[in-house]
Structure formats: C-alpha cells, structure tokens
C-alpha cells in the first residue's frame, strides 16, 4: 500500500485561537474547503449526485463502508493563541491511490487559509498562508513557485509474522494523541495488550484491503489469542475529555479518548513490526482527526 507523508509549513496572516487539541477543527474546514474545489455541480447532498462515484470529495467523506484515506497530524503544542506571523506545521497522509489526488489537496489546504480557521476575533477566523509541502525530505510545493512535484511514495508492505524462540520482551506504547478504541461495542476506558492487538489487526486489514493488495496474509485467530498471554507490567495512561464542534451536526460534543503510555510483558516479537505500522497509520476511532497516533519502544 503506498502510504505517503506529506508535511506542511504554514503561517498565520492574522490572529487565530484554536482549541486544546486542533484535529477536528483543521478536518472540518477541510472537508468543505476540498468540497469547494472540487465540487462540479454544487449539489446540496452528495448521495443524489450523478458525479458521486468519482467525486474525491465523496470518496474522502462520504462513503460509509471503507476507512478515510487520510489522516491529518495537527500540531501537537497545547497553545491556543497565535498571533499574526506565527509558524505552524502539521502533516497530511495519504493512503494508496489517493497519493495521485496530492494536488487537489494542497490546493484545498490553500483555500482553507483564505477561509481561516479557529475562533472568529472581529468576524474572521485566523487566516494563514501554505508557503510549503514536503515529502521525505524533498519540496513538493513551494509558494514561490506555484507548482507541485510528483514525489516518489513509498509502498509498504504488511511485515510477515514468522514465529520466533520465545523471547520474553518489554515495550512502551506511548499514546501520542488520544486513542478511541471499541471493544465488545464499547470505547474501551483500559488498554489490555489483545484489545490493542484487535485495534491494529482491524486498521491494518481494513487498510490494506480498500487501498492495497487485499487483506493481508495474518493468522488472527493465533494473533489474537496468544496476545492473551501478555502482561501489563506499567499502566500510567487516563481517560481524556473534550470537546469540539461539529459543523455537520451544528453543536458541541464532548469526545474521550485514552492517553498516557503504557508498558507490556511476554512474547511480543510477532506483533513488534504490526505496532510499528500501526504507529504510522494510527489506530481506532477518529484518525481522521489525527487520533489514536502511537510510538512503540522496546526496553529489553
């Protein structure tokens, strides 16, 4: 699956205020900002639409059964006032043969400038400039430019599981951004190791079914069940509330997630490489919004 990993370098024209945690501000202006720039006949509903099927608009927001193929990293810094000339980053992946559609998205991310973002102060929203895409290292756009170079992506394959000497390991899996994760149809408020196992086995097969080679070669069943086995040695992680606005909903609503990190026990060899995966596609619920970002660390 070609996964790509394009990263943003903007700057605010005006002052902004944005919440605690900005992935599900800078997902919705951008879904209307990509609606706006590619919408061709300006229909209200996107399922009465003759263009639906081809709209990437539609195919980003609007199908119910397949994962988005993207996810939005925000900036991770807690502050919430940027003045004028302030710099912000954030990063955009893309998955599979999305990564063809990279212009459009970079010309969305333009005009969610123009529009602003964040809290209105005297009626506008904080406005910002897109002076710069990057991919591995390498200028895709460039403001003084105005044009975008094709960049090389990477595809990635599932790492194949091979059974091992049992090997007793520890590993840290830090929650960099809140983690929404059901179990039994439930957000699951702890993080025993076969429930996060569950979470990267649906993320990775979902994935890698809609926008790679087909649902990867796992034994589940094994997977699952010798996961069972490992034991949490550390738990430091907590329940996360906020809230956000829902532009589609017209209200405010309350959101939970896990943070904090947390250390497992036992033969973790065969899921080591699943996790380092999952760390850059990020799990459960939401990642559209950037959550559920994780980083894995051996400590024996």
């Known amino acids: 699956m070609l996964i790509g990993i394009y990263h943003f370098s903007c700057v605010f024209e005006t002052e902004a205020v944005l919440p605690f945690y900005k992935g599900s501000t800078f997902r919705g202006v951008f879904g209307r900002a990509l609606k706006k720039v590619v919408c061709a006949l300006r229909l209200r509903d996107c399922p ?3 263009l639906n099927d081809q709209c990437l608009y539609a195919r980003m927001f609007e199908s119910p ?32 043969e999305t990564n063809k559609k990279l212009p459009y998205f970079i010309y969305a991310f333009r005009e969610m400038g123009h529009v602003g973002i964040g809290k209105r102060i005297n009626g506008q929203r904080g406005r910002f400039t897109l002076e710069r895409v990057c991919h591995g290292g390498r200028v895709v756009y460039d403001i003084r430019q105005e044009k975008i170079v094709t960049p090389n992506v990477p595809d990635v394959t599932i790492p194949r599981v091979q059974r091992q000497e049992p090997t007793n390991l520890r590993a840290r899996v830090a929650l960099i951004t809140p983690l929404r994760i059901k179990y039994k149809n439930r957000l699951s408020p702890d993080l025993p190791f076969h429930v996060l196992v569950r979470a990267v086995l649906r993320r990775l097969s979902t994935l890698f079914e809609a926008y790679g080679e087909g649902e990867p070669d796992l034994d589940y069943t094994t997977l699952v069940r010798d996961a069972e086995k490992i034991k949490t040695v ?3 992680i907590s329940w996360f509330d906020w809230r956000r606005y829902s532009f589609r909903q017209d209200r405010q609503m309350l959101m939970g997630g896990l943070v904090g990190s ?17 760390s850059m596609v990020h799990l459960g619920k939401q990642t559209t919004f950037g ?10």
């Open 262 to 278: 947390i250390v497992y026990e036992g033969e973790l060899g065969p899921y080591l490489p699943l996790l380092e995966l999952s």
């Open 234 to 236: 550390d738990n430091d």
């Open 65 to 96: 059964t397949v994962p988005r193929p993207f996810v939005i990293e925000p900036p991770l810094d807690s502050g919430s006032r940027f003045p004028p000339g302030s710099s912000f980053d954030f990063s955009l992946l893309l998955f599979g």
């Open 291 to 300: 959550l559920g970002k994780i980083h894995v660390e051996v400590l024996q």
């Open 48 to 50: 009465d639409c003759m």
